[in-house]
Structure formats: C-alpha cells, structure tokens
C-alpha cells in the first residue's frame, strides 16, 4: 500500500472511533418555561442514541430505525467499505466499491437534516416558553 493508502487507512479508523462519542454526546436540549416563573418546567437533553432508544420505547419504530440506520449504519458501512478499497487489489472492483460509497455518501448527512428540520419545527411553533438548543 502507498503511503497515502495508510494515511486514508488511518483516518477511516480515526473516524470510526469517533463516532462512538459523536453518538453518545448531548445533541440536543428542549426546555419549556412558564411566562410567570423564570424555572424551567421541563428540560430535557438527548443524544442521537438515547434519542432513538426512547422512540423505540415509546413505539415509534420506523422513526427510531430511520435514525439508528442514518446515524449509525451508514457512516460504519460507508468507512468499512473504503477500508475495504484500499485492499482490494481488482481495479473493477475496486471502482464499483467506489461507486457505491459515494452514492452512499449522498445520504451520510440525511440524520442531521432530519434534526435540522425538526428544531426549525419546533422554532417555527414556539410559544415564548418554549425552547430547542442544538449542540
């Protein structure tokens, strides 16, 4: 392998390592007040994975499986994969692996789209006491 083959090697690996702690870190706090006290009446703060583990609790399994699969499933596939490339010596091979990683890639940011589109819900309903901070 070429040294630029190592180096794509180990950031493969250097990503998935972090994408345990992205996973399990505070993605995003929602507080709701009452106009008269200044205490919050509710504070809630969810990371990706508690996130789709409480939609999965409360039934919602086609929105917890969406997340798991957007979040989870296709950035470990898409790193496997090019790991995979760079040991592939078949050139045809090779090139179709490549081919199906990048039409993978296209939907690698559809999670946080989804969490993107969900806080500007919440924004655009907001009362005054309502509030979604994304981390």
Do not use: C
Not at 56 to 62: A, I, M
């Amino acid at each position: 392998m070429t040294t630029r083959n190592w180096i794509a090697l180990g950031l493969t690996i250097v990503s998935l390592m972090l994408i345990v702690p992205g996973l399990r870190s505070d993605a995003l706090t929602i507080t709701a007040t009452l106009p008269l006290l200044k205490k919050p009446l509710f504070e809630e703060t969810q990371s990706i994975l508690r996130a789709a583990k409480r939609l999965y609790d409360s039934k919602n399994y086609f929105v917890a499986a969406l997340i798991v699969f957007f979040s989870i499933v296709v950035p470990v596939l898409k790193a496997a994969l090019l790991a995979v490339i760079l040991w592939v010596k078949n050139p045809a091979t090779k090139y179709r692996l490549y081919l199906f990683v990048r039409s993978v890639s296209k939907w690698a940011m559809a999670d946080v789209f989804a969490v993107g589109v969900f806080i500007a819900f919440m924004a655009g309903n907001a009362l005054d006491n309502l509030d979604a901070k994304l981390h």
